[in-house]
């Protein structure tokens, strides 16, 4: 299994988060990957979705992929399901501050 850190998983320049490639070919699936860093990264959207909504952006960069230049976004379509899933996480894991965030943010989102 590849030997990620989370301090792979740095921001760029633009403030996306930057999927490693290399790491990721190594591991047996995306899912696993997620599955692995998946607090950071559900932290790291919840933050990107919040300055969509305060900056009533319907579209943002979310991921660059390493050494590719291809760029994942986010509508608010995409954001209210990442949210739900953000909640249910966090709800989980008894983080009951990040849920009201993402609860607040669907509220806004659904207006």
Do not use: W
């Given at each position: ?47 990107k ?14 991921f ?48």
């Open positions: 299994m590849a030997k990620l850190s989370l301090k792979q998983l740095e921001l760029n320049r633009d403030g996306l988060m930057v999927l490693p490639l290399g790491g990721i070919k190594e591991l047996t699936s995306m899912t696993e990957f997620l599955e692995r860093f998946k607090d950071q990264i559900y932290r790291y959207i919840l933050k979705i919040a300055f969509a909504v305060r900056n009533d952006i319907e579209t943002i960069d979310m660059v992929i390493e050494g590719t230049g291809y760029v994942l976004d986010s509508d608010y379509g995409d954001m209210e399901d990442q949210l739900v899933n953000i909640r249910s996480y966090f709800e989980a894991k008894e983080e009951y501050e990040i849920c009201a965030i993402a609860h607040k943010l669907l509220i806004t989102i659904n207006k």
